[in-house]
């Protein structure tokens, strides 16, 4: 059995059609505005991440200067080392000889 169409029946039809277009094309419309947000926010976090890259890589140069500069003190007081430990030395040998002079005098 074949239904047959009214002119109502394709008015309600064609009617029905066409709200399924607007709908559609308002998604669309809505799809296209939240696709451009997320570019945008994704742009941002691009640009947000190359900053803390860059950051990153000066603090690291830092760092290594920093270091090479705690190597130079540490190797400079090795090598003053000997000299401040004969100053000790002599300071701890006038002392004593103080210390026995004292003695021997009272």
């Given at each position: 059995?074949?239904?047959r169409w009214?002119d109502?029946r394709?008015?309600?039809?064609?009617e029905?059609?066409?709200?399924f277009?607007s709908?559609a094309?308002e998604?669309m419309?809505?799809?296209?505005?939240?696709t451009?947000a997320?570019?945008r926010?994704v742009?941002?976090?691009?640009?947000t991440?190359?900053?803390?890259?860059?950051?990153?890589?000066?603090a690291?140069i830092?760092?290594a200067?920093t270091?090479?500069?705690?190597?130079?003190?540490?190797?400079?007081?090795?090598?003053d080392?000997?000299t401040?430990?004969?100053k000790?030395?002599?300071?701890?040998n006038?002392?004593?000889?103080?210390?026995?002079s004292?003695?021997d005098?009272?």
């Open positions: 059995m074949t239904e009214t109502e394709l008015d309600r039809f064609a029905t059609v066409e709200r277009i709908g094309d998604r419309e809505e799809l296209t505005a939240v451009q997320i570019g926010d742009a941002q976090l691009v640009a991440q190359q900053q803390s890259s860059q950051a990153l890589h000066e690291m830092r760092l200067d270091q090479q500069g705690v190597v130079r003190l540490l190797s400079s007081l090795d090598e080392r000997p401040i430990l004969r000790l030395n002599a300071i701890e006038k002392v004593d000889s103080l210390l026995e004292q003695r005098g009272t």
